[in-house]
């Protein structure tokens, strides 16, 4: 089978965990390179690449999450072999917790769910843009610190990647769900103390979505503390998942 969303998939092994990574709006697989490089002896990285973005840049995007799921929990019970962990930051915690419900509602179970920058799934989006006309939409990307300076500046790349960036913020503002399934692994929480569109308060939220453990991390950083103390959360990452392997 072709697996146009899971990357990296060649690698997997039974008897190596499996990292599945999933991205925030307006991200692409490329986020996760440095990952599959420093964490390639403790677990098999595979990020998702989701369409109208690098690789796959002519491909029209998501904007349903359901469907999204749909593809994505097909290829996920085509690929996984043996142990899995979850990983998701922003709009891609949102995804990783509805695919860990997907995947155990087919007999499947991850080693745990690891959340960043993300809250629950029954807080909506206090000031959506994904409906805003183009150019305020634009303005307001900014905030989110996810899209890279060169195409925030340049006006002509901005347009050509305005439909991506929009579809992918209504498939994560449009998301809501006030049914509190509750997941059978743990989960890992990962906050940036400066994050000022998931704060530390709304991330411990987590731990009223899962039957087992529940723990959280605190970095240094705003929204894209992923980025500014990459090397902090690969570390703390790097733990975690040497625990899972023993």
């Not at 973005?53 to 799921?69: A, C, F, G, S, V």
């Not at 400066?194 to 987590?206: L, P, T």
């Amino acid at each position: 089978m072709e697996h146009k969303l899971l990357k990296n998939t060649q690698n997997i092994s039974e008897k190596k965990l499996t990292l599945i990574c999933l991205p925030f709006a307006g991200g692409g697989a490329s986020a996760y390179n440095q990952w599959i490089k420093e964490l390639h002896e403790v677990v098999t990285v595979c990020p998702v690449q989701l369409p109208g973005r690098e690789d796959r840049i002519m491909e029209k995007p998501y904007t349903d999450m359901n469907i999204l799921l749909r593809d994505l929990g097909k290829e996920m019970k085509d690929t996984i072999r043996g142990r899995y962990v979850l990983w998701g930051h922003s709009m891609g915690g949102k995804i990783a917790y509805e695919l860990e419900k997907y995947m155990e509602g087919n007999g499947y179970q991850a080693q745990c769910l690891f959340v960043s920058g993300s809250r629950i799934p029954s807080l909506p989006e206090t000031n959506p843009i994904y409906c805003l006309p183009d150019e305020s939409f634009k303005r307001e990307l900014g905030r989110f610190e996810g899209t890279p300076k060169e195409i925030l500046n340049n006006q002509e790349l901005l347009d050509f990647f305005l439909p991506m960036l929009r579809a992918d913020f209504t498939m994560d503002e449009t998301y809501y769900s006030n049914e509190k399934c509750l997941l059978q692994c743990p989960i890992v929480a990962f906050a940036g103390q400066d994050d000022k569109e998931a704060s530390v308060e709304e991330i411990k939220k987590w731990e009223l979505y899962t039957k087992r453990s529940f723990e959280y991390e605190i970095f240094q950083g705003g929204h894209f503390f992923i980025r500014e103390y990459i090397e902090d959360v690969i570390q703390e990452l790097l733990r975690q998942l040497q625990r899972l392997s023993s």
